[in-house]
């Protein structure tokens, strides 16, 4: 488990106050010391050089920092993408159960399913911001899975509603599959080596420049480290889709009760 992990336990606004203050103030106090103790006459001399070396670390590193974002955007996208379509494949199945003819079977199997979709909610989500699998939404989805197949189907028409349901409940199957797969999709430790080595050569070079006022010249350097720990807020924030403020939430389940209920307020009025 990412020690970006364990960052994004700190409230999202907290963490980001916390990363650029730090990356702001460290920045700044080395340029002010580097400015106190070098002699400034070297880096006149050699400004030129040292302005050309720093326009291509800093033009490298923003292309590395580039890939990074594009890589957890769309790894971020795609989780939406599968859950979306788990949720789609979850409704579908739903309906099939509660129109299904046989209202004996339809209610068995709705009452196992309607278990599932509870242990989704309340114990597969909570523990997959975790990180940790959920043994019980499993049995109850095998349970699912049983039910299903020692259903009766008595006519046609209920032999294809049952092939139907089967389908629905494969792709539900399927894109959970994808879903559980994704949570342990992170970036690689070795990854954040370059990143962060990277932010420390680019804030050196820029302290090498020769800047006739050093107030300038420390703000400056601030400001570029408070805009790299900006992108790498961002990056942290996109590699765990389902931890933090921009976590992925089982709103088709959530909405799956919400039917129910419906339902079930249908059939009082009515009698």
């Not at 494969?170 to 342990?184: G, P």
Request: a negative charge.
């Amino acid at each position: 488990m990412a020690i970006t992990y364990y960052m994004l336990q700190i409230p999202s606004w907290l963490f980001f106050v916390l990363i650029i203050t730090f990356g702001s103030v460290v920045a700044g106090l080395a340029t002010f010391l580097f400015r106190k103790y070098v002699r400034l006459k070297i880096l006149r001399s050699h400004n030129e050089v040292t302005g050309f070396l720093f326009l291509a670390i800093a033009s490298f590193y923003a292309l590395l920092l580039s890939f990074v974002v594009f890589l957890v955007w769309d790894q971020l996208n795609e989780t939406h993408s599968n859950v979306s379509k788990e949720g789609s494949s979850a409704l579908a199945l739903y309906r099939d159960i509660e129109f299904y003819p046989d209202s004996a079977e339809s209610k068995e199997l709705m009452t196992v399913y309607l278990d599932f979709v509870y242990n989704v909610i309340n114990e597969e989500f909570p523990n997959m911001k975790l990180m940790k699998p959920s043994q019980k939404t499993e049995e109850s989805f095998n349970l699912v899975f049983n039910k299903m197949e020692h259903l009766n189907p008595k006519d046609p028409l209920q032999i294809r509603l049952v092939g139907e349901m089967l389908g629905h409940l494969h792709e539900l199957s399927t894109y959970r599959e994808l879903r559980i797969n994704s949570v342990e999709t992170e970036i690689p430790p070795p990854m954040w080596l370059p990143m962060i080595f990277g932010a420390i050569i680019t804030i050196a070079c820029a302290m090498l420049l020769d800047i006739e006022h050093t107030r300038m010249h420390v703000a400056l350097n601030a400001f570029l480290s408070t805009f790299i720990c900006m992108l790498l807020f961002m990056i942290i924030l996109l590699d765990h889709p389902y931890t933090g403020s921009l976590s992925v939430e089982p709103k088709s389940y959530m909405q799956i009760f919400t039917m129910e209920e419906w339902a079930n307020d249908l059939t009082q009025k009515n009698k």
